[in-house]
């Protein structure tokens, strides 16, 4: 069955391995200064790629079945679906919010 | 027909309503999933409110964020990711039947998940003296902005609703090593392990982004 998927203990601390260098970039890549907006765009780059690798080979969605794949994947064009119309609101108003 | 549980070669683990113990697991698997999509868009209204107002207030970010300590917000990131490679280690254990090893890896994760709020405590106490408080209670002079308490009511909402997560999954570990004491799993039933490994995940997942959102601007 796809949800008894066992990983290797060597492909797991690849993953985490994976994981630390990855941490260490997203820290290292601020002592250049990159100038905005590529200095956010790198981190939350590193940050997708860090999530990818957690979700699909930790979480098991690689092998997992793809109803759960189609789950996750829904809940993130939601997330940017949220974030887009408040955007649409917030990003054009003539006084950004007088008391808070 | 006859009444369903009376189906023999059933394991004892899978309730009459299943066919059979792979069906039950996915199902439970599936469960957790829609849980994780709840989520992750009830993290998603904080991370909304996060780039609102940093679209309004660019500059207050990058004042306020000098407050936050790079190195311990990058430990703090290595500790869960390292609390993530051993739940998954748990799992791993429980599928091969290693019961031993899965309360090891349990063990590992629950004190890792421990030093992360023992780091936390530190960073929040140290904030607090400093007058540094959410919202109206914010005292503290060091920011010249007059938007700082805003910065630092959404860190706290932020690492607060993550940090009582931790707590939460410490709670179902403590509770699986119990269970497991008990010889509650092995490699033919180990769905709480399962589903507990994926919310830790999840948890993990949330910090990857708070770690370069409030610590790494600048």
New interface residues.
């Given amino acids: 069955m796809s949800g008894h998927h066992i990983s290797s203990a060597k492909f797991l601390w690849a993953v985490g391995s994976s994981l630390f260098v990855l941490t260490f970039l997203t820290v290292a890549v601020t002592w250049f200064h990159i100038p905005g907006p590529w200095n956010i765009i790198v981190a939350i780059g590193i940050a997708v790629a860090k999530a990818m690798i957690v979700v699909a080979f930790f979480m098991n969605l690689w092998w997992d079945s793809k109803f759960n794949s189609m789950l996750f994947v829904m809940s993130i064009i939601f997330f940017l679906l949220l974030i887009g119309i408040t955007l649409l609101d917030t990003l054009y108003r003539v006084d950004p919010v007088p008391s808070f | 027909m006859s009444d369903p549980s009376a189906v023999k070669g059933k394991p004892k683990h899978v309730k009459h309503y299943f066919v059979d113990s ?1 069906q039950q ?2 199902a439970s ?2 469960g957790m ?2 849980f ?2 709840t989520e ?2 009830f993290f ?2 904080l ?2 409110a996060y ?2 107002y940093r ?2 207030y660019p500059d207050l970010y990058l004042q306020a964020s000098t407050e936050l300590d ?1 190195f311990w917000g ?1 430990v703090n ?2 500790v869960l ?2 609390s ?2 051993t ?3 748990s799992i ?1 254990s429980a ?2 039947n290693q019961i031993k090893g899965l309360i090891t890896n349990l063990y590992i994760t629950i004190s890792l998940a421990c030093v992360f709020m023992v780091i936390k405590f530190f960073e929040y106490t140290h904030k607090f003296d400093k007058g540094i408080f959410p919202g109206e209670y914010y005292t503290y002079e060091g920011i010249a902005h007059e938007k700082a308490n ?1 910065f630092f009511s959404i860190y706290y909402m932020m690492t607060g609703l993550h940090g009582i997560h931790v707590i939460i999954g410490i709670g179902l570990m403590l509770f699986l090593v119990v269970k497991a004491k008990k010889g509650a799993f092995s490699a033919e039933y180990y769905t709480p392990v399962e589903i507990t ?2 919310y830790w ?2 948890v ?2 949330i910090w ?2 708070l ?3 409030l610590y ?1 601007i ?1």
Wanted: aromatic letters at 12%.
């Fill in positions: 792979d697991f996915e698997k599936m999933w829609v994780l999509v992750i868009l998603g209204g991370f909304a780039i609102v679209s309004w790079t990058a990131t290595a990711i390292g993530s490679l739940v998954a280690m791993r599928q091969l805003i490994g994926l995940h999840l993990d997942v990857i982004f770690f370069p959102l790494l600048d």
